[in-house]
């Protein structure tokens, strides 16, 4: 599976349009808005490297781990929350203040909606 972002038109910032990435469901396909509201999956036996599934949370996250687990993974997860602030935090960000408390209160589990 591959990260689940789409592309949206936005035109709340004034000014031109632009198209703005938005977390999908890779069970449901449905756009996850709240990242409290969704999560991302991955096997704790795979390391570094590997493509995470991310899930609305409720039955598309119990859905995805069932199909994991079935095929031997040892799941591992976390909200989305927590997987933008980290995201965030290894982009560059952390050279800024805001980006470096950002980072922390992420991997802390923190993080203020």
């Not at 993974?73 to 997987?83: D, L, R």
Request: charged residues 25%; neutral net charge.
């Amino acid at each position: 599976m591959a990260i689940g972002v789409d592309f949206k038109k936005r035109s709340d910032r004034g000014g031109s349009d632009i198209w703005a990435p938005v977390a999908m469901c890779d069970v449901c396909g449905s756009e996850i808005s709240d990242g409290r509201a969704g999560v991302y999956l991955y096997d704790q036996k795979l390391g570094a490297f590997q493509v995470p599934t991310i899930a609305c949370k409720g039955s598309c996250h119990e859905k995805a781990e069932r199909e994991m687990k079935a095929k031997g993974a040892s799941v591992g997860w976390m909200e989305m929350y927590a997987f933008v602030g980290m995201l965030k935090g290894n982009v560059m960000l952390k050279s800024t203040p805001a980006g470096k408390k950002l980072a922390d209160e992420a991997e802390s589990g923190e993080l203020e909606s």
